[in-house]
C-alpha cells in the first residue's frame, strides 16, 4: 500500500491531536470488528495465471439465485449495448469534468442523463446524479428545510425502511424532527393532524409494500399545509403511473439502478433528483448546462457551481460531493435504447408477471395481502411454522427466499404490523417457467 505521509507528517498529526499512536485514533471501534486484529489466512505472492485460478475458486462457490426479490433493487433486462458503451475505457477511466474543454464528451452525456431524467419525473431541471435513491431522499428533505426554514417534516411509512433509517440519520444530525405518518390498511395516512409547522411531506410512489398510494390526500395535506412536496418515485413504473408534479410534487427522486445497472450484492446505486425552476438553486451535485463557445458552436459546461461546497464551502446548499456519472451515463444509454415506448413495456411486462404469479401462488393456498392494487411487488403472509423450511427449499432451488417485512424497525406505533409478511417481486425478466418452477416449490410446503 502506498501512503504520502511521512513519519514527521504522522508525529506533526499526533502531536496536534494529543495522541501517542495512530491505534489510539481507532480505540472507540470494538477490536472483534477490526480487520487489522484478525488472523488472515493469505496465500504467498501468485502468479497473474495462479491468482486467477485461486479467484475463479472463490467465484465458484457464490450461489447464482433466480430472484423474486425487489425493496428498492431490481433484476431487469440489460442490453448489451448498454455496457459495451458505458465501459469503454474514454468514459470508465474519466474524472470531474472541471475542466469543460477536455470535458465534452462526459459532460453531454451528463447533460443528456439530466434532461431524460426531467422528462420522466415531469420537473423542470435534474443533477448529474448522488450516490443512490436513500441519499436522493435525505437530500430531499435538507432542500425543503432549507427552502421553508421549518426543522420538522412529515414522512410516510411506506417510504423504503432502509432509506427511513438514513432519514432519521440525516435528520439526527441537523436537529430536524420527522413525524411519521402510519400505513393502515397498505395506505399512507396523509391527512394525520400533526401539531406546528411543516417543511415537506415526504412520499413513496408505489410504497415499499408495493401499494399505490392515494396522491390526491397528498397533495391536499401539502397544500393545506403550505409545505413541499417530495415524493420518491421508481422510474420504471413511473411511466404508467401520474407524473408526481400532477400532485403537487415540488421535488422528485428515486434509485436509478432498474435503468440499465446490474444487480451486485445491493451496488452499484444511481440515486437521481429533480426539482422546479424555483427550487434549482438547492439542488445539491452538480448540474450541467448547455452553451456556445466563443466560436458560437454547442458546448457544455459544469454551472450553478456556487452553490456547491468546492466554492461555498460550509454555506453550500450541500456537501454531496460526487456523482454516479458511470452510471448515469448506463441509465442514458439504457433510456435511449428503449425509449418512453419501451421503457412502459418493461413496467407492463414487469406488473403482468407479478400479477401472474400472485394468482398462481393464491391458487395453491398462499396468503396474498390485496389491500390496495399493486404493480410489481406485493406482501404475502407465511405461517412460521411454513416459513424456515420454505426459506431452505427455496435455496436449495435456486430461488431468493422473500423478504421478511417484520424484521425492519418500525419508526411509528400506530403504523400497520407486519409480523409474518413477506415482500414478492417479478420483473419482466422472469419467464414463465421460472415463475412456474417458483411456485411449484411453494406449492410442496403448501401441500
Not at 201 to 211: A, D, E, V
Not at 396 to 403: C, D
Request: hydrophobic residues 40%; charged residues 25%; glycine residues 6%.
Amino acid at each position: 500500500m502506498y501512503t504520502p505521509h511521512t513519519a514527521q507528517d504522522l508525529k506533526k498529526m499526533l502531536d496536534l491531536l494529543k495522541i501517542e499512536s495512530i491505534e489510539e485514533l481507532y480505540k472507540e471501534i470494538p477490536k472483534e470488528v477490526r480487520l487489522d486484529t484478525r488472523t488472515w489466512d493469505f496465500p504467498e505472492g501468485k502468479s497473474e495465471s495462479e491468482a486467477l485460478r485461486i479467484l475463479k475458486d472463490f467465484e465458484a462457490k457464490n450461489l447464482n439465485l433466480t430472484t423474486f426479490i425487489g425493496l428498492g433493487v431490481y433484476d431487469h433486462e440489460i442490453p448489451s449495448a448498454v455496457w459495451a458503451l458505458a465501459g469503454k475505457a474514454e468514459f470508465v477511466t474519466s474524472y470531474t469534468p472541471y475542466q469543460a474543454e477536455a470535458s465534452q464528451g462526459m459532460l453531454q452525456a451528463i447533460f443528456e442523463y439530466q434532461s431524460m431524467i426531467a422528462e420522466i419525473t415531469g420537473m423542470d431541471v435534474a443533477n448529474a446524479s448522488v450516490y443512490d435513491g436513500a441519499t436522493a431522499l435525505a437530500e430531499a428533505m435538507i432542500m425543503a428545510v432549507g427552502d421553508k426554514r421549518k426543522y420538522k417534516i412529515a414522512v410516510s411509512m411506506g417510504v423504503n425502511p432502509l432509506y427511513r433509517e438514513v432519514l432519521a440519520t440525516y435528520a439526527k444530525a441537523i436537529g430536524i424532527e420527522i413525524v411519521w405518518l402510519p400505513l393502515k390498511n397498505g395506505q399512507t395516512d396523509f391527512l394525520m393532524e400533526i401539531e406546528g409547522e411543516v417543511s415537506a411531506y415526504i412520499m413513496q410512489q408505489p410504497n415499499f409494500l408495493g401499494f399505490v398510494e392515494d396522491t390526491n390526500a397528498f397533495r391536499i395535506k401539502k397544500e393545506q399545509a403550505n409545505s413541499l412536496g417530495v415524493v420518491s418515485i421508481n422510474p420504471i413504473l413511473n411511466t404508467v403511473l401520474r407524473k408526481p408534479v400532477l400532485y403537487g410534487a415540488d421535488i422528485v427522486c428515486g434509485e436509478g439502478q432498474s435503468l440499465g445497472i446490474p444487480i451486485n450484492s445491493g451496488g452499484p446505486l444511481l440515486g437521481f433528483m429533480a426539482t422546479t425552476r424555483k427550487l434549482m438553486r438547492k439542488l445539491p451535485g452538480r448540474i450541467v448546462g448547455m452553451t456556445t463557445d466563443q466560436d458560437g458552436k454547442t458546448a457544455f459546461v459544469l454551472t450553478l457551481q456556487a452553490r456547491e461546497q468546492h466554492i461555498r464551502r460550509e454555506k453550500a446548499s450541500s456537501n454531496i460531493c460526487t456523482n454516479q456519472a458511470l452510471n448515469a451515463l448506463a441509465a442514458t444509454v439504457y433510456i435511449s435504447l428503449l425509449g418512453p415506448k419501451g421503457l412502459k413495456e418493461v413496467a407492463q411486462s414487469s406488473i403482468n408477471n407479478t400479477h401472474y404469479l400472485a394468482q398462481e401462488l393464491e391458487a395453491i393456498g398462499v396468503e396474498i395481502c390485496r389491500l390496495n392494487p399493486f404493480l410489481m411487488e406485493f406482501p404475502v403472509k407465511i405461517p412460521q411454522d411454513k416459513i424456515g423450511f420454505l426459506r431452505e427449499t427455496l435455496l436449495s432451488r435456486g430461488f431468493t427466499p422473500p423478504i421478511n417485512l417484520g424484521e425492519f424497525k418500525s419508526e411509528c406505533k400506530e403504523s400497520q404490523d407486519l409480523t409474518d409478511m413477506y415482500l414478492l417481486c417479478a420483473t419482466e425478466k422472469r419467464t414463465k417457467a421460472e415463475i412456474d418452477a417458483f411456485v411449484a416449490v411453494w406449492r410442496e410446503i403448501y401441500a
